[in-house]
């Protein structure tokens, strides 16, 4: 089993909807981490949060909300998804003692 | 963050090794250097990271110059799975957050 795992896989989705990207981890690493990925281009941080009582803000949080519900979940929120939304995003995980991150299989995000 | 630059793109022939550069004149003496690489249709996966001396591990080396203001990742063999984008990071030791700052990276392009 994958250790960190991202549902759903796919989504399309209108101008306007909430839409929620879950992720899940089995790793038992505190930090976890949401990017985003525009075609072309390397990853971008929406988010990140050291443990379940904190939640940080990185370079692109606009428009992004998200939850860490418990050590192993971590959620990322558009409450009114828009076109330029569309993306490839990526959760991570990583131990506060290493610096090595280690990625989820990514939601492909279409928002017409 | 530190900046990094590496080459757009690199072509290699298969079992032949292959030799990625990255440059990062304005390194700090905190910065780590980490190489990750993301495979067509998945999320990043870590390869390797070093401070000051060269370091080997099962998928890489890894040479830094002694004034550390580039490196280079080495693929001793390289396979067709070895097809990938390479992102050179640098990561700030006494960052807290261990937030990855992705460039465009380099597109390797391995042929038969």
């Known amino acids: 089993d994958a250790d960190v795992t991202q549902t759903p896989r796919n989504r399309i989705t209108k101008t306007g909807k909430r839409i929620m990207l879950e992720c899940s981890q089995t790793k038992g690493h505190d930090r976890m981490y949401w990017y985003r990925q525009d075609p072309g281009l390397g990853l971008r941080l929406i988010y990140y949060s050291f443990d379940v009582k904190d939640i940080n803000k990185g370079e692109i949080s606009d428009g992004y909300s998200v939850s860490r519900q418990a050590q192993a979940k971590f959620s990322l929120s558009l409450e009114s998804a828009i076109p330029n939304q569309t993306a490839l995003y990526f959760c991570?995980?990583?131990?506060?003692?290493?610096?090595?991150?280690?990625f989820g299989p990514g939601t492909r995000l279409t928002v017409l | 963050d530190a900046k990094t630059t590496q080459p757009n793109s690199m072509e290699s022939n298969e079992e032949e090794p292959v030799h990625l550069p990255c440059n990062h004149s304005t390194i700090s003496g905190t910065d780590y250097i980490h190489w990750y690489r993301q495979l067509p249709s998945q999320g990043p996966e870590y390869v390797i990271h070093?401070?000051?001396s060269n370091v080997n591990n099962r998928m890489a080396s890894l040479a830094i110059a002694e004034d550390r203001k580039s490196s280079t990742l080495i693929l001793h063999r390289a396979t067709l799975r070895d097809a990938a984008v390479y992102y050179c990071?640098?990561?700030?030791?006494?960052?807290?957050?261990?937030?990855?700052?992705f460039g465009q990276g380099t597109r390797l392009t391995i042929n038969p």
């Open positions: 070093g401070l000051t």
């Open positions: 990071i640098l990561r700030d030791v006494w960052g807290g957050a261990q937030k990855l700052v």
């Open positions: 991570a995980t990583s131990d506060f003692r290493k610096g090595e991150q280690f």
